[in-house]
C-alpha cells in the first residue's frame, strides 16, 4: 500500500510518499508526478520519511522522474530517508546521480526555517 500526498508553496512541490513504493503502484505515483510538473514548479521534493520499502521497479520511476525533472528544467530533491531506504539508494549509487538532504537541511535550504 502507497499513500501520496502534495503540498504547494511558491514554486516548490513536497510529494510525500507513505508506504511501500513497487511495481504494483507505479501507476499512481507516475499520475502524482505527472500532475505536480504540469505546474512547473521550480523544485520538486520528494519527502522520503514514511517510505517504508521500495523494489527495483520504483528505482527505475524515479530514475525517470529526474530525466522528466531535468527536461524541464525543475530541481528535484529527494529528502528525509529512512536508513533502510538511505542504505538502498547507496547500494545502487542513486546519491550519485539524486539530490538527497535531511529533513533539516532540506528546511532550512528550501523552506527558510
Not at 523544485?43 to 521497479?57: E, K, P, Q, R, V
Request: hydrophobic share 40%; charged share 25%.
Amino acid at each position: 500500500m502507497i499513500n501520496l500526498k502534495s503540498a504547494e508553496k511558491d514554486g516548490l512541490i513536497i510529494i510525500s510518499i507513505s508506504g511501500e513504493f513497487y511495481i504494483e503502484n507505479i501507476q499512481k505515483v507516475e499520475n502524482e508526478w505527472n500532475e505536480q510538473v504540469m505546474k512547473s514548479p521550480k523544485t520538486i521534493a520528494i519527502n522520503c520519511a514514511d517510505l517504508l520499502y521500495i523494489d527495483s521497479s520504483a528505482i527505475g520511476t524515479l530514475v525517470k522522474f529526474l530525466n522528466s525533472a531535468m527536461n524541464r528544467n525543475i530541481a528535484l530533491v529527494f529528502f528525509d530517508l529512512n536508513p533502510s531506504i538511505q542504505q538502498i539508494f547507496k547500494t545502487a549509487r542513486l546519491n550519485n546521480f539524486f539530490s538527497i538532504t535531511s529533513k533539516e537541511d532540506f528546511e532550512r535550504d528550501y523552506l527558510g526555517r
